[in-house]
């Protein structure tokens, strides 16, 4: 089965605890990227990955990092968590095979940081 | 840059008609993206439209205006299950591939 699969999908940590969110899919899609979700915002973009090795920044970086070393992983991390970096992250991923190259996402995973 | 609107909440009755409208302004238009979002759980596509005119696909379908930047969800016959949060998003015309989202759309379907 197709899927975009995170971990894990509800965390409670404290302030400065690192932390790594890992994201896995098995389409063999080169477009990976992460967003955050919160209320009335809607979903912003961490960072994407184009490629292997292949990262930017999105529109809300600050106090994530991603890595890119294999074509199936794309994990984030927050080396410092911090209470405003709570909220719901989407992994997703797209290829070039399809039409309109729509975005597949992972099931979320809920961060609390107290 | 891009800035997408849309309503925060719409509400429906079950078996009736709904439109959910989407106004973008972007500096490179390059498709048109609408998801459907349960609560607590992932978006899921639900249409594209890069050119102008209506997409019909079962029960839902979007229309796009470039000229106007401009796109409508419409569903039809609803059921209870629609209710949903409704996400219009737009890609640039970059080798991104990233799109930006409105805030949502929440409709509620009442019997």
């Known amino acids: 089965e197709a899927q975009v699969t995170q971990n894990p999908r509800y965390l409670i940590t404290v302030t400065g605890k690192k932390l790594t969110v890992t994201c896995s899919q098995n389409m063999n899609h080169e477009y990976m990227s992460w967003y955050r979700q919160d209320p009335g915002l809607g979903l912003r973009q961490i960072y994407y990955s184009m490629n292997v090795e292949v990262t930017d920044k999105g529109d809300v970086p600050e106090g994530y990092k991603v890595s890119r070393k294999e074509k199936r992983n794309f994990p984030l991390i927050l080396e410092s968590p911090s209470p405003n970096q709570t909220s719901l992250y989407f992994c997703?991923?797209?290829?070039?095979?399809?039409?309109?190259?729509?975005?597949?996402f992972g099931e979320g995973s809920r961060l609390t940081v107290l | 840059g891009q800035n997408i609107d849309q309503p925060t909440e719409m509400t429906a009755t079950e078996g009736a008609i709904v439109q959910i409208n989407c106004t973008y302004q972007?500096?490179?238009?390059?498709?048109l993206f609408w998801y459907q979002q349960h609560a607590g759980e992932a978006p899921t596509f639900l249409s594209y439209n890069v050119l102008d005119g209506l997409e019909e696909k079962g029960r839902f379908s979007s229309f796009l205006s470039r000229s106007k930047g401009y796109s409508y969800l419409l569903l039809k016959e609803l059921q209870m299950k629609d209710s949903a949060s409704y996400l219009c998003?737009?890609?640039?015309?970059?080798?991104?591939?990233?799109?930006?989202f409105g805030s949502g759309t929440r409709l509620q379907v009442q019997p």
């Open positions: 997703a991923s797209s290829g070039t095979g399809g039409v309109t190259g729509e975005l597949f």
């Open positions: 998003a737009v890609r640039e015309g970059t080798g991104r591939r990233a799109l930006t």
């Open positions: 972007t500096s490179g238009f390059n498709g």
